[in-house]
């Protein structure tokens, strides 16, 4: 398996398809009276959270202690040493030197775990860097998707919103295309730049030409700040040309479903109708995304022998 | 009358001579007595240069001195030894330090300063404007005509944004015979940007610069150069449409000269790919096109100088998030060593284009008659090159007080041998004594 996780350029299909084969017989323990395996006693996880998360921390939290893990989370706010001017390598450097094994790490800046990765002997997995990756999300929705459909092969999926400046585009585009399926990338140019094209997926503007097509419309989240920064002209006409609403959701095929990373901001990407229908799978993907992080930690961790 | 040497037996290039032919060089009392073969003056130490290549010494337009203000990252001591290990005699001092040299105090300690360090003449470009703020004018005319006399006036590390304050600028420089200097970046189109956008920095997930934010402002410049009759300079110029407008504008007449920085013609945006800091540098590391572009307008005269955007940074502001590191990094002692490897190997540049490109050209820029040159009865200021020898670098042996370089470990052709500046030995690739 790999040392670190950074990139989901970094996996092919069948290192993917061990990941998934791996969590769907961990999704059985979760479901166990006693959660808990002893495969990473004595094993020390820390989770070095630059930005702000919930789902992914606590996620992550809570596959390392499943695997008996110690977790250690560090949080670069306003009570942490980076509040006193410590640098990235500095705090690095700190928690190598506590003796941790792998450090789960999500940061603004794009690359920032590649670097994390020159500095330290720690396994580093990306919990998502700026706008580059977010492998874990990409993991935890394929299995998603397998989950549902039998083979990637086949399969459409659009994925629709803020490209430009989405993580979990990247890695989904990558992780897609490996295992077969084919992807579309809807939204306006200004979020959808002609550069995207070099990815591999088809970039389509209207919504509307290809919604009734999909197996899966897969939404990204559109932050507040976009719309100041004059990329479309207001949340009402992005909602109204790329949201999915009822109307859209009606004319998707009977089986087609509808993902989303969250948080969710209802009424602009996604309707409370779509978010709410049975073609959701939103709090699967949550749910999905314990299984798929103990697994890569087992891979990634549990195959150390700490003797060797 | 000094110690006289003898520079004998040395393939002597001088592209404002049109001189290349095996011969002697000899200089006493800090300028070059006579050139020619079997030259035999008694008394004078003889330096054997057999299979060895003597030039003007190299003149550089673009350094970063970071002296007054970050002498942690550089000084005029340190960025003058640095200049003279690679072949320098001469360095055109950025007025981005701190206080800014906007005023005839700031560049006239500058200029001092590098006159009793004494390894290169050291020659400070003024601010355009106060603080580099590119609002009010800097003092002009009193840096042009104090001591300093500066010639050559930028905002370097930001384009003018104004196209009004440019238009003044320019026609006020013209009646002093100034040169107005442009670091060509539209700063809204740049936008925050941390590398050339394209495919990589889509990929990357890092926020792009187009090459349009260099053309704009290349293209405006060009235009009020043509209205105001002013001397223009494109520093570190690197798309290929940029080198396009330079082409046309010179066809057409219009009094403008360019330079191209070693980095821009040898690495792409490639060198991102790993997130190192060390290759963020701004203008960015274009795409392969552009760098052809880069390497052919060298080749074709299109661009005059080879310039290098010295800019040394502490390792603790580089080794951070790569959005946080400020672009820029050090290339007095790679400049030669990556123009030979990446243009004179390939056969890109003859080595008379080459001393034209990296001394003759930026003198003349520059309107300095003491270097770009070997002539009889002028300031000796000379390189001698082993163009056989090959090098790695390593930044810890760099005389330059940082080690900001993406050529960490590259095997670099040639080898600075000795480096004369107005007749003295400022660097020797051997102790003097043992070479006798």
Redesign the interface.
């Known amino acids: 398996m790999i040392e670190h996780l950074l990139s989901m350029d970094q996996l092919s299909a069948s290192d993917i398809t061990m990941i998934l084969d791996t969590a769907e017989s961990l999704l059985e323990v979760t479901h166990r009276p006693i959660k808990k395996l002893p495969t990473l006693r004595g094993r020390t996880v820390c989770n070095l959270f630059y930005e702000a998360s919930t789902r992914t921390r606590i996620s992550f939290e809570l596959a390392a202690k499943r695997l008996s893990a110690d977790v250690i989370n560090f949080s670069a706010d306003s009570k942490s040493s980076v509040a006193k001017g410590e640098?990235?390598?500095d705090t690095a450097w700190t928690l190598e030197a506590m003796g941790v094994d792998a450090i789960i790490v999500r940061?603004?800046?794009?690359?920032?775990p590649?670097?994390l990765a020159q500095w330290v002997k720690a396994s580093v997995i990306n919990a998502g860097?700026?706008?580059?990756?977010h492998p874990t999300q990409a993991l935890l929705d394929l299995f998603s998707i397998r989950r549902r459909f039998k083979d990637f092969e086949g399969l459409e999926v659009a994925i629709v919103g803020d490209v430009?400046n989405s993580?979990v585009a990247?890695s989904n585009v990558k992780g897609l295309l490996e295992m077969g399926a084919s992807v579309t990338l809807v939204g306006p140019p200004t979020l959808v730049?002609k550069?995207?094209a070099?990815?591999g997926a088809r970039i389509v503007y209207d919504l509307d030409e290809v919604i009734s097509d999909v197996d899966i419309c897969y939404l990204l989240r559109v932050q507040k700040e976009r719309q100041a920064e004059q990329l479309f002209p207001s949340d009402r006409e992005y909602a109204a040309c790329w949201g999915l609403d009822s109307m859209r959701l009606r004319r998707m095929k009977p089986e087609a479903l509808v993902m989303h990373p969250g948080p969710l901001n209802r009424g602009v990407e996604i309707s409370a109708e779509a978010s709410e229908s049975d073609r959701a799978i939103i709090l699967d993907q949550v749910s999905n995304g314990l299984a798929v992080r103990m697994s890569l930690l087992y891979l990634m961790l549990g195959g150390k022998d700490e003797w060797s | 009358m000094t110690q006289a040497r003898l520079f004998a037996g040395a393939r002597v290039i001088d592209p404002a001579s049109g001189r290349d032919e095996v011969s002697d060089v000899l200089v006493a009392d800090g300028v070059v007595q006579a050139v020619g073969r079997g030259l035999e003056p008694a008394g004078a130490e003889v330096i054997d240069l057999d299979g060895a290549l003597l030039g003007p010494g190299l003149v550089d337009l673009h350094t970063h001195l970071r002296e007054p203000g970050r002498e942690d990252e550089e000084d005029i001591a340190s960025a003058s030894a640095a200049a003279a290990a690679g072949g320098y005699t001469a360095l055109c001092a950025m007025p981005n330090t701190d206080p800014v040299a906007d005023s005839a105090a700031v560049v006239e300690k500058v200029w001092a300063r590098g006159h009793s360090v004494g390894l290169v003449d050291v020659i400070p470009a003024g601010a355009l404007s106060r603080g580099l703020r590119g609002v009010e004018m800097a003092d002009l005319g009193e840096m042009a005509r104090g001591r300093a006399q500066v010639r050559l006036f930028t905002d370097d590390g930001h384009g003018v944004q104004d196209t009004l304050f440019a238009r003044r600028a320019m026609e006020y420089l013209s009646g002093f015979d100034g040169i107005y200097a442009e670091h060509c970046e539209d700063a809204s189109l740049a936008g925050g940007g941390q590398m050339h956008?394209?495919?990589r920095?889509?990929?990357?997930?890092?926020?792009g610069i187009p090459a349009e934010a260099e053309e704009l402002m290349a293209a405006r410049d060009i235009a009020l150069a043509r209205l105001t009759g002013c001397r223009l300079h494109l520093l570190h110029i690197s798309t290929a449409g940029t080198v396009d407008l330079v082409r046309r504008a010179k066809a057409e007449g219009v009094v403008v000269t360019a330079e191209a920085t070693p980095h821009h013609f040898t690495l792409t945006d490639a060198a991102l790919e790993?997130?190192d800091p060390n290759a963020k540098v701004n203008p960015p590391l274009r795409t392969e096109s552009d760098r052809v572009a880069v390497v052919a307008g060298l080749a074709d005269g299109t661009i005059d100088a080879i310039a290098t955007d010295h800019a040394p940074h502490a390792i603790?502001e580089k080794?951070?998030?790569?959005?946080?590191a400020p672009p820029g990094l050090v290339g007095l002692e790679t400049a030669l060593g990556l123009a030979v490897t990446e243009l004179v190997d390939p056969g890109h540049l003859g080595w008379g284009d080459l001393f034209e490109r990296m001394a003759a050209a930026p003198a003349r820029i520059l309107g300095l008659s003491d270097h770009g040159r070997i002539a009889v009865g002028r300031p000796a200021n000379l390189v001698a090159i082993d163009s056989q020898a090959s090098w790695t670098v390593e930044p810890a042996a760099f005389l330059s007080r940082s080690r900001n370089t993406p050529f960490a470990g590259r095997r670099l052709r040639s080898r600075v041998l000795w480096t004369v500046h107005d007749g003295s030995v400022t660097f020797a690739a051997e102790p003097l004594g043992a070479a006798l």
């Open positions: 640098s990235f390598k940061h603004g800046a794009s690359g920032a590649h670097q860097d700026g706008r580059h990756e430009l993580r990247r730049p550069s995207a070099a990815w | 956008e394209g495919e920095s889509m990929a990357l997930g890092l926020r790993g997130y603790e080794e951070v998030e790569l959005v946080l």
